[in-house]
């Protein structure tokens, strides 16, 4: 990471639900914390990439995919989580 | 005529009685992938199980004469409808541990008395014929002594390259989306500007892993921000591991009207034999099923028969044989591009073929579907033949759902209680008429859904 910077969870959970909205085509109301990736939103390896990418865009991130694992989208929630650890 | 088994067992070995060992090593991919930078991959993957159970599909393209290596036993339910059938079937070998998260082929090799039944099948002529031949299939080849009935896993890692379907198409003049490959970063800094000059006038581009299962492993890319964005990813990747060497291409987005897939069989001697073309259904990217016959007019078809020809003959040259199936599309002026990717393996419509020549009649329409399952238990056969009661298919000639692979219906089941899981039901559905087909299709999903209280899209 070049810099550090605290983003409030909040608006890391707001990001991801918009980011994910927008990627599997759903409606964003629909999407809250407790969303499950894989079981409720379908998320695949492909979409997987396509919202890594936004959030790095978005947030200003940076991943190392060698670090994600498969709990870390297992809702909305853990995923935040990881992002705020990476940011 | 000679039927489709006997057509390849002769391209493949030479003679048309001799006995295969079928492996269902599905997403070999993964395996010609090892190694090769592309994409920025997460370490997982969501349906490992039911993928790796697609391995049963083989039972279905071997002859009586033949022996399929399954992970598992198959449901005895199922066994004995096939029977029913008339269906005759292959002597199955079952490895000593089925472990999920692996392929067949990896099963296989840590079985030692499998691996000592294999050798024995060697001395009596019987020859290994995997999905696709990767080091771990030559390792089982090896190990056993067995030998294989296809090229090296380095000839058919080649050719399964998609950077060698495009140096192929291009060298061949056949039609394909412009677009550039990269083996080093500096080529793909340059395709990244190349593709640059498309996105500005509002084109879309996809950047694809040179070695991605059909519908994976691409990412598609609609403005330059997101082509900077990934191009940083992969620079980074790179340069974390201290390699600039990449596998992947980028092409320009053609809008389509039809996905088709065409099949043909390179023999041992060179020569070409065109095997059939399919419509592929696919539902964001993933592969759903094929409609045969595919809907197309009498100049298409001459299209992908001459592609067939020039691109069976090429692959001859470059020491491949064996059963190939190559992805194409029609763009929505009905322009034919012929060669999207190149498959030099066995593929999903290799494994209908058998049952097809068994039990569909001319004029028979068939769509080869899957229906996705959200289960909560095991669904044994038992209870899916009582739930489709008077939807399956009754005999040649007849209308209804042939199943011709279960084990992905209950290869996501754990063991902990009230944890749903993800099956998939493949099955070939035939009818006299496209009417009749989308009824069944529609009371057979609708049957799913309310035994299974989930949605069967």
């Given at each position: 990471m070049s810099e550090t910077q605290v983003i409030d969870p909040q608006k890391i959970i707001t990001v991801i639900s918009a980011a994910l909205a927008d990627v599997l085509k759903r409606d964003p109301d629909s999407i809250t914390e407790t969303t499950r990736l894989f079981d409720d939103l379908g998320l695949d390896s492909t979409s997987v990439l396509e919202l890594l990418m936004r959030l790095e865009d978005e947030i200003g991130v940076e991943f190392d995919t060698d670090t994600l694992e498969q709990r870390h989208f297992e809702s909305v929630a853990t995923l935040a989580d990881y992002v705020a650890e990476q940011a | 005529m000679q039927n489709f088994l006997s057509r390849v067992k002769t391209a493949l070995t030479g003679a048309a009685d001799t006995p295969l060992v079928f492996l269902g090593n599905f997403e070999v991919e993964d395996q010609w992938a090892d190694g090769e930078a592309g994409l920025p991959r997460t370490a997982f993957r969501s349906s490992a199980a039911v993928v790796n159970r697609m391995d049963e599909f083989a039972m279905l393209l071997a002859g009586a004469d033949d022996l399929v290596v399954l992970k598992a036993a198959p449901d005895e339910a199922y066994l004995a409808h096939l029977g029913e059938l008339g269906v005759a079937l292959p002597r199955l070998l079952t490895v000593a541990r089925n472990n999920p998260e692996q392929t067949v082929t990896k099963d296989a090799l840590a079985d030692p008395a499998l691996l000592t039944t294999l050798g024995e099948l060697a001395g009596r002529g019987a020859m290994l014929s995997p999905h696709g031949t990767s080091v771990l299939e030559e390792e089982l080849a090896e190990r056993s002594g067995l030998p294989l009935a296809t090229p090296s896993a380095a000839v058919c890692k080649a050719v399964n390259s998609k950077i060698y379907s495009r140096r192929v198409a291009d060298e061949t003049g056949l039609r394909q989306a412009a677009g550039w490959t990269a083996d080093t970063l500096d080529e793909l800094e340059s395709a990244v500007e190349e593709a640059r000059s498309l996105l500005v006038f509002g084109r879309r581009v996809v950047v694809k892993d040179a070695f991605g299962v059909s519908g994976k492993g691409i990412a598609v890319i609609e403005n330059e921000q997101r082509l900077d964005r990934l191009h940083t990813m992969i620079q980074r990747q790179a340069a974390k591991s201290g390699d600039n060497r990449v596998s992947l291409l980028i092409e320009e987005w053609v809008d389509k009207v039809a996905d088709l897939n065409y099949?043909?069989?390179?023999?041992?001697?060179?020569?070409?034999?065109?095997?059939?073309?399919?419509?592929?259904?696919?539902?964001?990217?993933?592969?759903?099923?094929?409609?045969?016959?595919a809907r197309l007019d009498q100049r298409q078809t001459g299209e992908v028969e001459k592609a067939a020809r020039v691109l069976g003959e090429r692959l001859a040259e470059d020491g491949f044989h064996g059963v190939v199936g190559v992805d194409a599309m029609v763009d929505p002026d009905g322009q034919l591009y012929p060669v999207i990717e190149i498959n030099a393996r066995n593929n999903m419509s290799t494994y209908q073929v058998r049952m097809q020549e068994t039990f569909v009649a001319e004029g028979q329409i068939v769509l080869a579907r899957q229906y996705p399952l959200r289960l909560t238990g095991r669904l044994p056969y038992e209870r899916l033949r009582r739930v489709l009661d008077g939807l399956l298919l009754s005999g040649p000639g007849g209308s209804g759902l042939l199943v011709n692979n279960f084990a992905t219906v209950n290869a996501g089941a754990s063991e902990e209680r009230d944890r749903s899981f993800d099956g998939r039901l493949y099955g070939l559905l035939l009818a006299e008429d496209q009417d009749r087909l989308t009824a069944l299709d529609a009371e057979i999903a609708g049957r799913l859904a309310a035994e299974t209280e989930g949605s069967v899209r």
């Amino acid at each position: 990471m070049s810099e550090t910077q605290v983003i409030d969870p909040q608006k890391i959970i707001t990001v991801i639900s918009a980011a994910l909205a927008d990627v599997l085509k759903r409606d964003p109301d629909s999407i809250t914390e407790t969303t499950r990736l894989f079981d409720d939103l379908g998320l695949d390896s492909t979409s997987v990439l396509e919202l890594l990418m936004r959030l790095e865009d978005e947030i200003g991130v940076e991943f190392d995919t060698d670090t994600l694992e498969q709990r870390h989208f297992e809702s909305v929630a853990t995923l935040a989580d990881y992002v705020a650890e990476q940011a | 005529m000679q039927n489709f088994l006997s057509r390849v067992k002769t391209a493949l070995t030479g003679a048309a009685d001799t006995p295969l060992v079928f492996l269902g090593n599905f997403e070999v991919e993964d395996q010609w992938a090892d190694g090769e930078a592309g994409l920025p991959r997460t370490a997982f993957r969501s349906s490992a199980a039911v993928v790796n159970r697609m391995d049963e599909f083989a039972m279905l393209l071997a002859g009586a004469d033949d022996l399929v290596v399954l992970k598992a036993a198959p449901d005895e339910a199922y066994l004995a409808h096939l029977g029913e059938l008339g269906v005759a079937l292959p002597r199955l070998l079952t490895v000593a541990r089925n472990n999920p998260e692996q392929t067949v082929t990896k099963d296989a090799l840590a079985d030692p008395a499998l691996l000592t039944t294999l050798g024995e099948l060697a001395g009596r002529g019987a020859m290994l014929s995997p999905h696709g031949t990767s080091v771990l299939e030559e390792e089982l080849a090896e190990r056993s002594g067995l030998p294989l009935a296809t090229p090296s896993a380095a000839v058919c890692k080649a050719v399964n390259s998609k950077i060698y379907s495009r140096r192929v198409a291009d060298e061949t003049g056949l039609r394909q989306a412009a677009g550039w490959t990269a083996d080093t970063l500096d080529e793909l800094e340059s395709a990244v500007e190349e593709a640059r000059s498309l996105l500005v006038f509002g084109r879309r581009v996809v950047v694809k892993d040179a070695f991605g299962v059909s519908g994976k492993g691409i990412a598609v890319i609609e403005n330059e921000q997101r082509l900077d964005r990934l191009h940083t990813m992969i620079q980074r990747q790179a340069a974390k591991s201290g390699d600039n060497r990449v596998s992947l291409l980028i092409e320009e987005w053609v809008d389509k009207v039809a996905d088709l897939n065409y099949q043909f069989t390179v023999a041992r001697d060179g020569s070409v034999h065109f095997d059939f073309v399919k419509e592929a259904i696919t539902e964001g990217g993933v592969h759903k099923g094929h409609r045969i016959p595919a809907r197309l007019d009498q100049r298409q078809t001459g299209e992908v028969e001459k592609a067939a020809r020039v691109l069976g003959e090429r692959l001859a040259e470059d020491g491949f044989h064996g059963v190939v199936g190559v992805d194409a599309m029609v763009d929505p002026d009905g322009q034919l591009y012929p060669v999207i990717e190149i498959n030099a393996r066995n593929n999903m419509s290799t494994y209908q073929v058998r049952m097809q020549e068994t039990f569909v009649a001319e004029g028979q329409i068939v769509l080869a579907r899957q229906y996705p399952l959200r289960l909560t238990g095991r669904l044994p056969y038992e209870r899916l033949r009582r739930v489709l009661d008077g939807l399956l298919l009754s005999g040649p000639g007849g209308s209804g759902l042939l199943v011709n692979n279960f084990a992905t219906v209950n290869a996501g089941a754990s063991e902990e209680r009230d944890r749903s899981f993800d099956g998939r039901l493949y099955g070939l559905l035939l009818a006299e008429d496209q009417d009749r087909l989308t009824a069944l299709d529609a009371e057979i999903a609708g049957r799913l859904a309310a035994e299974t209280e989930g949605s069967v899209r």
